[in-house]
């Protein structure tokens, strides 16, 4: 077998000896030209493997951006809860009127735009990219208007309206049109700290008021006729008129039972074709009524 050199077969020794070379025959040399085209090579395979890679990442941050910049409108997703604020309203709410630039979106402060909103509870915005807006929007729902008792006293005739967390917001003919005949609650200046949109109502003050609204709402107009008006004179009493001119005396508690106690005098008055003007449904026996009109005479004429 043919001695190997050793020189030639260990890389530091190599490199020794080309030291020892000058530097014209260290540029020309064939070790060294072999050795830079390898080198050379393997970077050209370098760079045309990843130049594809490179360009479709370009591509793609390119396209991106450029649908940004040109997302319309009509590409944005939207949800109402409860279908009181149309997409075109809510779009007119965040002062979108064109089209939107995903490239400098604020998805944060639209959120806040819409929730400062009197009328919207709560908002989401969620930015999908490249091209997806997603807007879900939960309006208050009108509970009953509110008004103070005294404005005739103070001149102060404003209404609101009151959501089931006890939230006034005022009132919109374009979100609220189902609403309209919603019946006024009558307010004592002691009820509310501030009569204003914002203001929140306690809880024990307006429960009954919710309690009777959802338990009204269990009857049809021929059983029990609509609320138009509600006071609270007293901490325990409520008085209630109904749209056919009957005033009804209640306590706030018990609302069910006492509203199927006004179905069933309402009933009897409607059997004997007679018109109540006031009833007392606070007495579990023998309620009081006062009719509007006397007792028919029963003709009793003998032959």
Same mark, same amino acid.
């Given at each position: ?15 020794? %000896?080309?030291?020892? %070379?000058?530097?014209k ?11 830079g ?10 760079? %045309? ?6 360009? *479709? ?13 040109? %997302? ?19 779009m007119?709410?965040? *002062? =979108?009127?064109?089209?939107?630039n995903?490239?400098?979106l604020?998805?944060? *402060? ?12 709560a ?11 997603? =807007?879900?929007?939960?309006?208050? =729902? ?102 056919? *001119? ?13 509203l ?38 029963t003709?009793t004429?003998?032959?």
């Amino acid at each position: 077998m043919k001695p190997r050199n050793k020189y030639r077969t260990e890389k530091q020794n190599v490199q020794l %000896l080309e030291k020892a %070379l000058s530097l014209k025959d260290r540029l020309f040399s064939l070790l060294a030209f072999k050795r830079g085209a390898r080198r050379l090579r393997r970077w050209l395979l370098i760079l %045309l493997a990843a130049a594809p890679i490179c360009w *479709g990442r370009w591509y793609a941050i390119n396209l991106a951006v450029e649908k940004a910049y040109s %997302l319309s409108i009509d590409n944005v997703s939207y949800v109402s809860r409860h279908g009181l604020i149309s997409r075109t309203q809510a779009m007119e709410i965040l *002062g =979108i009127k064109e089209a939107i630039n995903m490239a400098t979106l604020d998805v944060n *402060g639209m959120e806040s735009t819409l929730e400062n909103h009197p009328c919207i509870a709560a908002a989401t915005i969620r930015a999908e990219m490249p091209e997806t807006l997603h =807007i879900e929007v939960d309006e208050r =729902i009108p509970v009953v208007y509110v008004e103070m008792e005294n404005g005739a006293e103070t001149g102060n005739h404003t209404r609101l309206f009151m959501d089931p967390k006890g939230v006034l917001f005022p009132v919109n003919e374009n979100y609220h049109r189902n609403f309209l005949n919603a019946p006024t609650w009558y307010l004592q200046p002691e009820d509310v700290p501030e009569f204003r949109s914002g203001t929140v109502i306690r809880e024990q003050t307006c429960r009954p008021i919710k309690e009777l609204i959802a338990a009204s709402n269990a009857y049809n107009l021929t059983e029990i006729p609509a609320i138009s008006e509600i006071f609270r004179p007293k901490e325990w009493k409520m008085v209630i008129m109904l749209e056919n *001119g009957t005033e009804v005396l209640m306590q706030v508690y018990e609302i069910k039972e006492q509203l199927a106690r006004l179905a069933m005098i309402l009933e009897h008055a409607r059997v004997s074709k007679r018109a109540i003007r006031s009833a007392n449904v606070i007495p579990k026996i023998n309620p009081a009524v006062i009719y509007a009109d006397p007792l028919p005479e029963t003709n009793t004429e003998t032959k």
